[in-house]
């Protein structure tokens, strides 16, 4: 009689805990193309010295074992420095990453997280000349993502990234070490 009064309530969790048929039987995408733009918020030291920027990107993925990806592409961002002698910092280059997305309770609905490294050409310009980086520097970013699907392969995302530049920073003429926080939209095509 016991067992009686809690079957329903066991059938109601476990009902709930599952995730819908249709996303069950839904094929990820294999290769995925997406592009990214959004503002740059400097922080810490790199605040004192930088207003809002923005960022764009470029990638490709290629699910290894979905929900598991890897992505390559390019990153490019730019913030305007204050100051009497520089004007602008940028940050570009290529791309390497991974995306895990989460389960989907709700089928048009997508998660993710992801991560990676770029190899930046940074370069300042300002009234007292241009300078540039001798060699490449390694950058790092992370972030999540939520989005929609929007038909016919498409997801559209907001998402939230944190870029930092190395610890090696150089001192001299250039600002502080560059942090960033990248708020914006992505839109992704997967096939």
């Known amino acids: 009689m016991r067992t009686t009064r809690l079957l329903p309530l066991a059938f109601l969790l476990a009902s709930l805990a599952a995730p819908p048929l249709t996303a069950q039987t839904e094929r990820a995408p294999r290769l995925s193309f997406s592009a990214r733009a959004g503002a740059a918020f400097p922080f810490g030291d790199f605040a004192d010295v930088a207003a809002t920027g923005h960022t764009l990107s470029l990638d490709a993925g290629y699910a290894i074992l979905p929900p598991l990806s890897v992505t390559a592409g390019y ?21 390497l990453g991974v995306e895990l997305y989460g389960p ?55 998402f939230a990234d944190i870029d930092i530049c190395p610890p090696n920073w150089p001192r001299g003429p250039f600002p502080p070490r560059p942090k960033g926080f990248e708020l914006g939209f992505e839109l992704s095509l997967g096939v």
């Open 75 to 95: 990153r490019y961002t730019q913030y305007p420095l204050a100051g009497p002698t520089l004007e602008e910092i940028t940050l570009q280059g290529p791309a």
């Open 104 to 158: 989907k309770p709700i089928p048009w609905l997508t998660a993710g997280i992801h991560a990676g490294v770029y190899l930046l050409d940074v370069s300042v310009e300002g009234a007292s000349g241009a300078g540039d980086f001798d060699d490449p520097e390694v950058g790092y970013f992370g972030g999540v993502e939520l989005g929609s699907r929007l038909g016919g392969g498409l997801t559209g995302s907001i």
